[in-house]
């Protein structure tokens, strides 16, 4: 895991980058900006797909809350913008209607690990 903090002013913008395929489908933020006082957030997705940006204040635990209405991808990059009202905000996106399972990183391509090889018998 990569982590980037910045400080713009009495703002502090962690991010913290792991290492792994995305699940099928799920939007992944690419870019984090402050712009005019509000944070602006790029989120590669897959176009017509359903996205929701969602917050929570405590990456170990606390309730996801939406940051704004849900949204279908017209393009590969979508650029949301969102209001600074907390001291600090871990952002995610996660694609509406997939199961809570489907949001983490599976194996390659966002697709389950092959079984292992069998065993061979002894004889």
């Known amino acids: 895991m990569r982590r980037g903090i910045r400080s713009i002013g009495k703002i502090v913008i962690m ?3 792991l290492w792994s395929v995305p699940a099928m489908g799920a939007g992944r933020i690419s870019q984090v900006r402050l712009v005019d006082g509000k944070i602006e ?4 997705t897959t176009p017509g797909g359903r996205y929701q940006l969602q917050c929570r204040d ?12 849900e949204f279908v991808a017209v393009a590969g990059a979508e650029v949301r913008t969102v209001a600074i009202v907390a001291a600090s905000c871990n952002f ?21 690990p092959p079984p292992p090889p069998p065993r061979p018998v002894r004889e």
Do not use: D, H, I, Y
């Open 41 to 44: 957030l790029t989120v590669e």
């Open 58 to 69: 405590c990456l170990c635990s606390g309730a996801w809350s939406n940051e704004g209405p």
């Open 92 to 112: 995610r996106v996660v694609k509406v209607g997939q199961s809570s399972s489907e949001e983490l990183p599976s194996g390659p391509g966002g697709s389950p």
């Open 15 to 17: 991010m913290a980058f």
